[in-house]
């Protein structure tokens, strides 16, 4: 028996709860997986997984054999990667997660230049806002704007967005300009975001000299997708706080005009997150570094 790719095969069930979702992450037919398992367990006589007709349940001496194996198989990743990485070129399939934003204005521009380096990893992208399960989905990092609330999760400030507070001339023409955020509570229509997770709305935080204000405004559209949320400011559904980068050449064409000038939009940091048991990749940590030093240029208007 392979001992070491049936506790890879292991790992990946527990931290997948799926059989099929294992396999297909470790690229094995389900079939070769579900015998890994099972030699595994004669190896060891003792049941490591309960299966039923919906679930895999991790038995006593399951859990027990899990939290070294995990910690093993890294060791070996760790090992090999230490002594391969300088003599061979990073290679292989990387999933990462990041905002459309993220992904149209900055990423994929930018990707000729990644694969100038390194032509051989592939990247599947996923575009979404939402929160991922880094280890059930095998994601191996993200590019997120906010504070990390996980904090389980490896984080690296790479860089701050600035937001830039502003609405559509036909928004403007129908219901005025404000001349202070609290006019936004009372006076005002907004496009909000939301968050999936919780439906939470993000306020809008607007600074002026040394005093803050978070202001929970009024709204009639909120979305939780950073372009969703341009074209709707764009169409006249209220005032928006978007990311400068978005709002310079929208502003530029006369689709958006600037408000509440007076008053700065708080700076978003940006971080490139991924869990702990990933961080040791080759293929992973080359990725990092490119992002930072990509986004490391990347000043927000003042």
């Known amino acids: 028996m392979d001992q070491l790719s049936a506790m890879r095969a292991f790992v990946r069930v527990v931290e997948t ?61 760790e090992l090999d990667n230490s002594l391969t990485h300088r003599q061979t070129r990073p290679s292989g399939r990387l999933r990462v997660e990041m905002s459309g934003a993220f992904a149209d204005w900055y990423v994929i521009p930018s990707l000729a230049d990644f694969y100038q380096s390194y ?37 690296r400030r790479v860089s701050e967005i600035g937001l830039i507070t502003c609405a559509a001339p036909s928004y403007l023409e129908n219901h005025g300009t404000p001349s202070t955020p609290a006019q936004l509570e009372t006076d005002h229509l907004c496009v909000n975001y939301f968050i999936a997770q919780t439906g939470s709305l993000k306020p809008f935080v607007f600074a002026q000299d040394d005093s803050e204000i978070s202001i929970n405004s009024k709204h009639r559209i909120a979305v939780n997708d950073v372009r969703s949320y341009l074209r709707a400011t764009i169409s006249g559904q209220g ?21 509440l000038s007076d008053w700065k939009a ?37």
């Open 17 to 77: 709860g799926n059989f099929t979702r294992a396999a297909e992450s470790l690229r094995m037919p389900k079939a070769t997986l579900t015998n890994l398992i099972q030699r595994l367990e004669k190896h060891l006589q003792t049941k490591l997984l309960n299966r039923t007709t919906r679930l895999v349940i991790v038995t006593t001496d399951g859990a027990f054999y899990y939290e070294r194996a995990v910690q093993l198989v890294s060791e070996i990743d």
């Open 119 to 155: 032509p051989d990893i592939q990247l599947d992208i996923g575009v979404t806002d939402r929160t991922v399960d880094y280890v059930r989905e095998n994601v191996d990092c993200a590019l997120r704007a906010g504070e990390p609330k996980d904090q389980s999760l490896i984080a």
């Open 239 to 259: 005032i928006g706080q978007l990311p400068d980068f978005m709002a310079e050449d929208e502003i530029a064409k006369g689709a958006l005009v600037p408000v």
């Open 266 to 302: 708080k700076t978003v940091p940006v971080y490139v997150v991924y869990p702990p048991n990933r961080h040791l990749s080759n293929k992973v940590r080359v990725f990092v570094d490119w992002l930072i030093g990509m986004l490391s240029d990347i000043q927000p208007v003042r």
